[in-house]
């Protein structure tokens, strides 16, 4: 399956089996705000504002079996996750 067969370009969003609404860039930004949170140099204000972003984006992911084929290496960001 090719990205556009999953999400066509003209679409945004998807709602998957059990109703969770994700938006199309929904794993990017979860992979960039993984880096940034695990990042020893990140500011704190700036770390708190990718958690939430992180915390927020966990119904998704898991609606989408992100967690399901793909492990987190962060023992720390696992620990995130686990905890919400």
């Known amino acids: 399956m090719r990205a556009e067969d999953f999400l066509p370009d003209h679409e945004n969003r998807m709602q998957t089996s059990d109703g969770q609404v994700v938006r199309k860039g929904t794993i990017g930004a979860f992979l960039a705000n ?8 990140t500011a704190t204000v700036a770390r708190v504002d990718v958690e939430n972003d992180i915390v927020d984006s966990l119904p998704a992911l898991r609606s989408l079996g992100l967690f399901d084929v793909c492990a987190v290496r962060d023992e720390a960001l696992q ?3 686990d905890e919400h």
């Open 79 to 81: 620990r995130l996750i």
């Open 34 to 41: 993984a880096r940034i949170w695990s990042d020893a140099g």
